[in-house]
């Protein structure tokens, strides 16, 4: 069984890697960049949202942590390798400030308190026009100079398997079964002596990196930032949405959800212009109303009852 | 910056802090009594502002005096969403709660700006160009005073609901224990349905009155959302009382500071507040445990 999903797995992540081949069309080699992006962003709130169950609305810091931070550090000098390391270590930095407060906390507070702290951010971006450009905005420098779609599309493929593989790494491990048994029960958790805090706090760290370091390959294609794009709350609802919507707390839910949502919207975006949030608001709406456990959770629980009618086993976990 | 620019802000932020504190105290009743996590405050306040426009534009009617009518719709609108969305997935997390109203406020605002367009409106009332001098150096915009005396009739209006109707005593019940209530005859869902109808329509009002002094387009209630859970945690969770004191902080606190550091420093302050207050003191700084 577990041969077969790391077989399954690494031929998704060849067929991937040779798309570029059959698609020569940028527009189409954008969009795909974009599902594999938001696959990987969601993949990293899943570990957060989905496995702990802790509902982070302010995602956006973290991807606004990255593109800000390679944008600035680069225009500081720094070479590229450098401001990569420096711009993770500043979404970490951020997880534990937003987790130390927060993660104290239960109910709804965490995910008010992540919102408070990335609008805190997205003002901080706005309105220090020095140092970040403000609403102008701030050149990002380019890290491929050649086959420019094709490269950040591999990128992003990359990304997102790499997180795939961390998400699936966690999941088997006693860490992530800790995660499990803090989102089912909290006091059951504490009182078997895990420590709800730190481990929310670690989880929320993995989670912190993948989003940076996908907020930085998404400033470098566009070349250009401002606050409204890469800090706002729009970015951070979309990020939940793809995970929620695919299925939160599985491996596949989000790069499903991705698929969905952002060709969705990107036909949304033709059809309504500006007002293509519309279709992320029905989408949620109706995910909670009739499909909690998003599309993965419910083909699942689907297949489940056929099984179980048919007399065999249950195919999934 | 003499004294008397700080005392015209300080009387700003009260009288803007006063429409703030209707947001509050609807959301008061929402979130602090009966626990529902409502992300779509602001949506459903915008929604007040449009209907109150709408009157406006099409029957002429003042929003001064328009703003029963509006609020007796987005009543039915938010009782009908409670029944109709809410209750569907009582008994589920807030995690759920959350989402479900994220969709709710997200599906208002871009169908506004389907159907209305993405413009800034504004109406045109005689009574802008009114001033009231008090002494030589503090002057008072009309609206903003009739504005004023509205809001603290409306909120003077849910305090005697909450603390002496029936139905009042009944959410408070359900907030003590929300177990026992139903035993105690309570019909739980009726009373979470009206009030969750009741805090939306009094956010409407405050979307009315703030119509004829701000400007209109779909996204104007996103702040209020955040803004609306801000006074709620810093009053203390059940207290409508400390929710409309916080409105009244959190609008001269942004008045003072849009004087001394600008205007785009406000919304950024409050949140500051916010997360101070959620980590230092979770109890809320007017942190009473009663309305």
Sequence with gaps: ?317 | MDLFAALQAVVNGILTGALYALVGMGMALIFGVMRIVNFAHGAFMMLGMYAAYELFLHAGVNPYYGFPLVGLGMFVLGYSCYQGLLRPIHGRSDFMQILLTLGIGLALTDGVQLVFGADYHQINLPLLEKNLHFGSHITVNAPWLVSFAIALAAGGGLYFFVMHTMMGRAARAIAQNRNAAPLMGIHLHRVQAFCFGLGVAVAAVAGSLLLPVFYLYPGVGDQFTLKAFVMVVLGGMESIVGAALAGLVLGVVESLTSLYWGNEWALALDFVLFLLVLSLRPGGIFGSQRA
């Design chain 1, 1 to 317: 069984m577990k041969r077969a999903h790391l077989l399954l797995g690494a031929a998704a992540l060849v067929v991937s890697l040779l798309v570029p081949l059959v698609v020569q069309s940028d527009y189409i080699l954008q969009v795909l960049f974009r599902i594999y992006l938001f696959a990987a962003l969601g993949l990293a709130w899943n570990l957060v949202g989905g496995y702990a169950g802790q509902l982070s609305l302010g995602h956006a810091a973290y991807f606004g942590a990255g593109a800000y931070g390679l944008a600035l550090f680069t225009r500081a000098g720094l070479p590229v390798w450098l401001a990569l390391v420096l711009l993770i270590a500043v979404a970490l930095l951020f997880a534990l400030l937003i987790g130390g407060v927060s993660f104290r906390l239960r109910g709804p507070y965490f995910a008010l308190a992540t919102i408070a702290f990335a609008e805190v951010l997205h003002a901080a971006a706005k309105n220090l026009p020095r140092v970040t450009g403000g609403d102008v905005g701030v050149p990002v420098p380019a890290l491929f100079a050649s086959h420019v779609h094709r490269s950040f599309y591999f990128c992003a493929v990359l990304l997102t398997a790499a997180a795939a593989w961390a998400t699936v790494a966690i999941s088997r491990s006693r860490f992530g079964y800790q995660l499990m048994a803090i989102r089912e029960d909290q006091d059951t958790a504490l009182s078997v002596g895990i420590h709800a805090a730190r481990t929310k706090l670690n989880a929320l760290l993995v989670s912190s990196v993948f989003t940076a370091l996908g907020g930085a390959l998404y400033a470098s294609l566009f070349l250009f930032i401002v606050p409204d794009q890469v800090l706002s709350i729009d970015l951070s609802n979309e990020i939940a949405i793809v995970a929620m919507l695919g299925g939160a707390g599985t491996v596949l839910g989000p790069l499903v959800g991705s698929a969905v949502l952002e060709t969705a919207a990107e036909l949304f975006k033709n059809e309504f212009q500006e007002a293509h949030l519309l279709i992320y608001g029905i989408l949620l709406v109706v995910v909670v109303l009739f499909l909690p456990e998003g599309i993965v959770g419910g083909a699942a629980a689907l297949l489940r009852r056929r099984g179980a009618k048919g007399g065999w086993r249950a195919a999934s976990e």
